[in-house]
């Protein structure tokens, strides 16, 4: 069992920047992603990474802006957000799957989610 708890969400102004976190608690050896969900939208993918680190995968609208990371020894992931622009405005959801190799994009692949985090991007 995981249990995922996102932070580090905010408002901030256009062209500003935010850090989120994810502390993940049990199990490892869990590939983990980003996605959002924006008011009236469907959860969409932002970026993935797996878990020994060596391969990403981001969403083309935040490719260049938005750098994934973890530290496994802290359990924790992050998403480093640049150059913010309105249409980033959207809860993040963390999410987690058992894999040490792939990286994965579909919402579908994932079996673990925290609650999310508000990101508000002001014009």
């Known amino acids: 069992q995981v249990q995922l708890v996102e932070s580090g969400g905010g408002l901030v102004q256009a062209g500003g920047s935010l850090r989120l976190s994810c502390a993940a608690s049990?199990?490892?050896?869990?590939?983990m992603g980003w996605f959002r969900q924006a008011p009236g939208k469907e959860r969409e993918f932002v970026a993935a990474?797996?878990?020994?680190?060596?391969?990403?995968v981001y969403a083309d609208s935040v490719k260049g802006r938005f750098t994934i990371s973890r530290e496994n020894a802290k359990n924790t992931l992050y998403l480093q957000m640049n150059s913010l622009r309105p249409e980033d405005t959207a809860v993040y959801y963390c999410?987690?799957?058992?894999?040490?190799?792939?990286?994965?994009?579909?919402?579908?692949?994932?079996?673990?989610w925290g609650q999310g985090t508000q990101v508000t991007v002001s014009s």
């Open positions: 999410a987690a799957t058992r894999s040490p190799i792939r990286v994965f994009r579909l919402r579908s692949d994932y079996n673990y």
């Open positions: 049990g199990d490892t050896l869990y590939a």
């Open positions: 990474m797996n878990w020994i680190g060596s391969s990403t």
